[in-house]
Nanobody
């Protein structure tokens, strides 16, 4: 059973910072692309940032220059450093990963972690 477990969410004031983590556990061979998505109330889930196994990154325009995605392949973990947070960043943040198991690659989602930016 493969699981993605997020942590690090919480309540922060505008202009503040948070660091999200997502660790993959279970039986698998390797992890390919990993990423973070978010869903605000009443809105569709949207991409925040992605990172390949070779550390190529991609960001949504709304977070460029403020958020940084990184990964530690030895820990099967992806991180999202969020700086200069704005109220519009409030959402549930979900981890996503393409995980290789034997001869197949399966896409997995975490359960999400709430980020609330408010004064």
């Amino acid at each position: 059973q493969v699981q993605l477990v997020e942590s690090g969410g919480g309540l922060v004031q505008p202009g503040g910072s948070l660091r999200l983590s997502c660790a993959a556990s279970g039986s698998f061979l390797s992890i390919n692309g990993m990423g973070w998505y978010r869903q605000a109330p009443g809105k569709e889930r949207e991409l925040v940032a992605t990172i390949t196994r070779g550390d190529y990154t991609n960001y949504a325009d709304s977070v460029k220059g403020r958020f940084t995605i990184s990964r530690d392949n030895t820990k099967n973990t992806v991180y999202l450093q969020m700086n200069s947070l704005k109220p519009e960043d409030t959402a549930v943040y979900y981890c996503n990963a393409d995980i290789r198991r034997s001869t197949t690659t399966v896409n997995y989602w975490g359960r999400g972690t709430q980020v609330t930016v408010s004064s």
